[in-house]
C-alpha cells in the first residue's frame, strides 16, 4: 500500500511539473502565477506547494546535484574524487533509457530566457560548491585549498553538463550524447585528479 502511495505522490509531482514547465515555455516564467499552474495541474495550490515550495523550484527542478552528499557518503577507503568520477560515470550510464530530452531542452530553454532564474541556478551553484568545501574539509573549517578543489570540480561538472545540453541542442541522439557524456567524464575526472600536464604529456 505505501508503494503505491508513493507511485501516486511521485505522479502528481512529475504532473505538476509538467504542467508548469509547459506554461512557462508557452508564456514566459513570469507570466504564469501559481495558482494557474495548480489550477491546470487538477490540484490545490497547498498541494503543489507540498512538492514545489516556490515558483522557483517549478522551473529548477532537477538541475542541480549535490556534490557534498557524494562525498560525506563515500565508502570507506575511497577518495572524494573517487566517489564523485563513480557517480558521475553512474549518472551517464542510464541517460539513453531514462530521460526525457524534450522535457530537458524545454527546461534549459525557460530557465536561459529569464534572467532571474539564471541568477537563481549561479546562486544555488555557488552554494553547493562552498557545501562541497565543508565536506571536502572532512569536519575542519575549509581552507583554501578545499575551497580551490571545490571550485575545480565543479566547473568541471558544471562544462560536462553544458556540453551534454549542447548536444542534445544540436539534434544529436540521446544515445550519442549520453555516450560522449561517459567519455567526456574521464577526461574530466583525470584532468582533476592528475593535472593538465599529465594529461597532455600522454596526449
Known amino acids: 500500500m505505501a508503494g503505491l502511495r508513493e507511485r501516486k505522490k511521485e505522479q502528481t509531482r512529475r ?26 495541474a487538477g490540484v490545490a495550490k497547498v498541494t503543489l506547494f507540498s512538492y514545489f515550495p516556490t515558483k522557483e523550484c517549478l522551473a529548477t527542478d532537477g538541475v542541480q546535484d549535490d556534490m557534498a ?60 560548491r562552498h557545501e562541497l568545501a565543508a565536506a571536502l574539509a572532512d569536519g575542519r573549517e575549509p581552507d583554501l585549498t578545499a575551497h580551490l578543489m571545490a571550485a575545480q570540480i565543479t566547473a568541471a561538472i558544471t562544462t560536462l553538463q553544458e556540453a551534454f545540453f ?7 541522439s540521446l544515445e550519442q550524447a549520453a555516450g560522449r557524456l561517459a567519455a567526456d567524464v574521464e577526461v574530466a575526472f583525470d584532468l582533476l585528479e592528475h593535472g593538465l600536464t599529465h594529461v597532455k604529456g600522454e596526449a
Do not use: W
Not at 22 to 38: H, K, P, S
Open 166 to 172: 549542447h548536444r542534445l541542442a544540436a539534434d544529436a
Open 15 to 40: 504532473r505538476i511539473s509538467q504542467v508548469a514547465l509547459r506554461l512557462f515555455d508557452e508564456r514566459g516564467y513570469d507570466q504564469v502565477t501559481v495558482n494557474e499552474i495548480a489550477e491546470a
Open 69 to 128: 552528499a557524494v562525498v560525506t557518503g563515500r565508502p570507506e577507503g575511497c577518495s572524494p574524487i573517487g566517489a564523485l568520477r563513480a557517480h558521475c560515470r553512474a549518472t551517464a550510464v542510464p541517460l539513453a533509457k531514462d530521460m526525457d530530452v524534450e522535457t530537458l531542452i524545454t527546461r534549459i530553454r525557460v530557465i536561459s530566457s529569464n534572467p532571474a532564474l539564471l541568477a537563481a541556478v549561479h546562486g544555488a551553484q555557488m552554494s553547493q
